[in-house]
């Protein structure tokens, strides 16, 4: 298993985890409480008779069972032995993930996986910035101003043209693009030795799930059994 399969496998066991306990799935998560309670609603038409005396009308109490919320009719003491199996396997992907991350030497630099990622990331935020310092040019903007001013003791307005002008410094543009393109292939470069370092790493086979990356939580229930031997 690379370092790309384990990333995959750890987004697939918090999606399980997720069906299991997310509060943002509302009513399907798996264990929800009110899926593991008895509702009944007890209809107490007996209490109706006295207004009916007679042998006519005689009402009787009636008990009504709620659909249950867990339709897939999971059983509770399995799904808390299934969670906490998942809990396990995430773990040991997280340990293997990273031991095998402080062992890679990535670039001229020899970065770690974690620091080229996150240097990688910061290059491309930059990137952003010199792009719009790339694009400055000479721009002009007409506003209006108006002014008071008094003649013959009357007030008088009167309107004028205010140009602005923006221009970037000299030497700004070229410089900005400059950076640019060196940091633009700098990161291209970096990007791929990270991809390329996480195909072609190994982890520790231990830390391999014994469930298919395409599984979900009904997967595991069925075959929790044999998953748990492996």
Do not use: W
Request: with cysteine; net charge negative.
């Amino acid at each position: 298993m690379n370092l790309k399969k384990a990333f995959q496998y750890q987004k697939a066991i918090k999606n399980i985890m997720d069906e299991l306990v997310s509060g943002n799935l509302g009513s399907s998560a798996a264990l929800l409480p009110a899926k593991f309670c008895e509702v009944k609603d007890i209809h107490k038409r007996s209490e109706l008779n006295y207004l009916f005396p007679t042998e006519e009308r005689n009402y009787q109490d009636e008990v009504k069972i709620k659909k249950s919320l867990n339709v897939q009719g999971y059983e509770l003491p399995k799904l808390l032995k299934i969670y906490s199996y998942l809990a396990v396997c995430r773990r040991k992907l997280a340990q293997a993930i990273a031991d095998c991350k402080n062992e890679m030497q990535i670039g001229e630099e020899k970065f770690s996986y974690d620091a080229a990622v996150i240097y990688a990331n910061d290059l491309r935020a930059t990137l952003l910035i010199y792009e719009v310092l790339v694009s400055l040019k000479e721009e002009e903007r007409n506003s209006v101003n108006e002014i008071t001013f008094s003649s013959n003791n009357e007030k008088l307005s009167a309107e004028y043209t205010v140009t602005t002008v923006t221009k970037p410094l000299p030497g700004v543009v070229e410089a900005a693009k400059a950076e640019y393109n060196r940091i633009r292939a700098y990161t291209a470069g970096l990007s791929d030795m990270i991809e390329a370092a996480a195909l072609m790493s190994r982890l520790n086979p231990a830390a391999e799930p014994a469930f298919p990356i395409t599984a979900n939580l009904d997967y595991i229930y069925e075959h929790f059994e044999e998953l748990q031997g492996k």
